[in-house]
């Protein structure tokens, strides 16, 4: 698939948020411009800051909703803005998240000053030795899509606007409720006289797309989107206003990205108000945005789904899309897909192509499994069918449902505070009560830090933008991200899962079993960091009961491990909803191992542990199938909010149809086994190796890394190196 | 039952997701063969020299003075060795690999059944292959048979240099035979292989005519029986049943097998990217009798 436009503008689009030619660090990537705009259209990002503080103490005595819209508004008005010549997107130059330095950042000092010591000091210690991480997290809103395409910016301030006079008509609105509306309708406002600058300024240019730009600016000016251009102009500036400037990073684009556009594409193809080239170069413009923007966790989008009926929502544009990203070569965003018996055949057989030719930023999701989870939580089918995936691996209930994370669990930490404690511990079974005990204090103490911490949530980050697209916070007028949804759920996310199980049976294997060592000298190999100890963590290494390798007792103990676990779902949350969990790492199991020292399975202090619901590094040793029977043994549709699987295939063993047909049998027989998220790497060891010793000639070469493809090339030495020992086993 | 390896997700002998068992001992030797270590039928140790680590552990365990140490150089005495593969067990680096394990049909079968999930999802299977498995006819059947007890699929990977009696003892247990063809011509057979070909031609006839399912796989290595495709395309077009034919591209990375048992390698150099692991198309001459 070619655009002959997008040659031209290709330069421009990669550069647009930061210049490719410097050095670049995703994890700071808002503090990087890109493409400039023109001075006289606003001020630069130091001069909104210092309007912003002047702002912050001016309104000081206002409600926090209130002043953040004001601020927001402010830089709304102030920013620069472009409608260039190479892009069909328009521009916003102040992208950096302005308001954080005036207002969330010191409300965060504040809510902290407020919440227990015993939780700060729990919150501190627990970061520092690296067994928790209880955060406020701010980074997985999805709006309520279909709100946004059916009434537009213009449409939801009418809304809310309808709620409050229903509510006025009723009662007087407590100062609270008067806050949250006050600040949507100054939120709403910002983004429609946004709108009409950009408008304007568009009318100004000369270029070819300015008129279309302007066109589309001016209907979502008045209204919804009428076609497909606007539909993704209207979700490029939700993401970009909300992520960029609210502070509140919108994850999935929207709610089935082939299935919303279809709508569009139909009504565009019978009326000739596009033709399908036409669509496909918006789809690759779109796409190219957050490419160019390049989050580190490469950003979500989901494919496919299952209608009311019970049919599959995959459809031309589900193709066509595909299509468009293959041919961009880009890995970033990532697209998710919605796997169920009703996906069709081809179109499997073009998403696990674009795996194995190029190992593609792809996690398959099944379906089926998913809406179980919802099932068992007792939410109505209504309700879930069409849930939205709202992370990297994570899930909520469309329009009704705000998830967010809450706290990071290392359950490998843990092994080390019971050896620390096990002098007395006569067998394994003592150990493991030991264990647990432990693990539930640092579960209890995660809970009750967590619950105070999010009781701050509004107080730090009240969510104008995100409320006015759910219906069920305008009734209650209530923040939507905080207690204004129907449902909410907040996260324990487990990481470092298999180097758990693994140091749990090498404790097992080397202290109880073969008596090889004492736990008191277990204790002296690892603070040696197995120094002078090597025959020792060889034993520990070769220790026959892994995680991975669908060894039962490995696999028992990752069973009762993930039971324990799960047990801690359904408690309360402050936010009138519940607490969830998840098996996934992001980049915790490089942070938190750290910190971590040595760890009875042979890890030597500072590596990093598992990730996801993966084997330790090399440690899968029997193969994939093996793998994918262990993983099946973690009960991944017990986890309400996600779990994932990364596996590594040999390309060989994808090649011709077979391979094809192998790689669907992986997915299904892990989707029949109760499977949540699975992702792979398709690559060989001798690959990497030459790509290590010639990073010149493989600048392209990706990685999945839990989660998100990075360029082999970008990693570190060590990282590289247990990625070629893993790749070895299957060779 | 004598095998050097279980291959789990073997997505290329047969249909779907398999698990191939390489059984120990084959009647050809096949200059271009990338499985070395199953040609004889004996237990033979493998000495990967680049893995060692000179860490000794080998030594302190063989009780047939095989690992010599000298100067922190370490030597392995092949001519000692009994193949008992403890050394094995204790190289923590997998320098020294046995081919060559005994199992009873009791002790494999639930290895194979491990991952009955995965052959049911793919429509896949387990595969006999080798070396070659029916030189060991009776304990096929008998594994065979464990797998038709539980429904699953299964594949005969042969070589056909077998007994008529050896075919007849799987056949009633076997869905679908992978059955090798190398070359037509029986000089060029004896050449590359050291073995005549009548009784492999005869074998695929007798197939054929009970309408046993076929997949004919073909390595074809260039510059030895490349060749000899027309003539093996005409062989297969004047088959009775239409039959699936496969070219098995050629690799050289069993090199280092060679060296670590210490046979003379004769894998032919690698000529890149002349023939596709793709489907033949055949002219099937569909006779009636």
New interface residues.
Partial sequence: MEFPNLKNDLHYLQNKYHDTAKPFNPHARMTYHGAQCDADTGLDDGEIKEGLKALSVEMASLPHSVQKARAFAYILDNGRIDVNEHDYFITFYNWGRLLYESFIDKWRTEAFAQISPESNRFIEETWAEGSTWVYMDFDHSVPDWHALYELGFPGLLKRAREYRVKKENRRFLTLKETAYFDAIEIEYQAILRLIARLRIFALEQTHAKAPLAAACLGRLYEGPPQNTYDLLMLIYLYFLLSECVDAFQVRSLGSGLDWDLFQFYKKDLKSGTFTKNEIAEFIAYFLMQFSAIGNYWSHPFYLGGTQRNGETKINEVSYLILDVYDSLEIYNPKIQIKYSRNIPPAFTGKFLDMIRRKSASMVIVCEENVVGTFAKQGIPYDDYFDFDITGCYEYAVRGKETGAGGAWIVPLKIVLDALDHADQAGSFDDFLVLYYNRLSELFEGAYTAANEMEQFLEYVNPAPMYSATLENSLEQAKDGYFDGSVYTATGFTVTSFASAVDSLMAVRYLVYDKKLVTIDGLRGALKADWEGYDDLR?KAL?CPWKYGI?NPEANKMAEELSDFISRYQGRPNARNGIWTMEVHSARQFIEMGQKIGATPDGRKSGEETSKNASPVMGMDK?????L??SAIKTKPDHFYSGHCLDIMLHP?????E??L??M???I??YA??GGASIQFNVVDAQTLRKAQENPGLYQNLQIRVCGWNVLFNNMCKEEQDAYIKRAENIA | VRITNIK??A??DG???RTTVFFKGCPLKCIWCHNPETISPRPEMGYYQHKCVSCGRCALKCASGVQVFENGVHSFKRELCVSCGVCAKVC?VQAMELYGTEYTVEEITPLLL??E??Y?????GITLSGGECLLQDGECAALLAEMKKHNIHTAVDTCGNVSRSAIDTVLPLTDIFLYDIKAVDEDMHIKYTGKSNKLIINNLMYLDNLGAPLEIRIPLVPGCNDSEIEAIRELLSSLRHPVKARIIPYHDFARTKYKALLMDDTMPEVIPDIIE??EIKLCHNRRVS
């Fill in positions: 060889l070769s669908n029997q193969g994939v199938t093996a994918i029977l060989s063993s994808t090649e011709g077979e391979g047909a192998a669907k049998g992986l299904d027989t029949q086994g | 789990r997700f997505v290329h249909s779907g997701i923590p491990e991952d999930a995965f049911r999802t793919s429509n896949g692991n793709k």
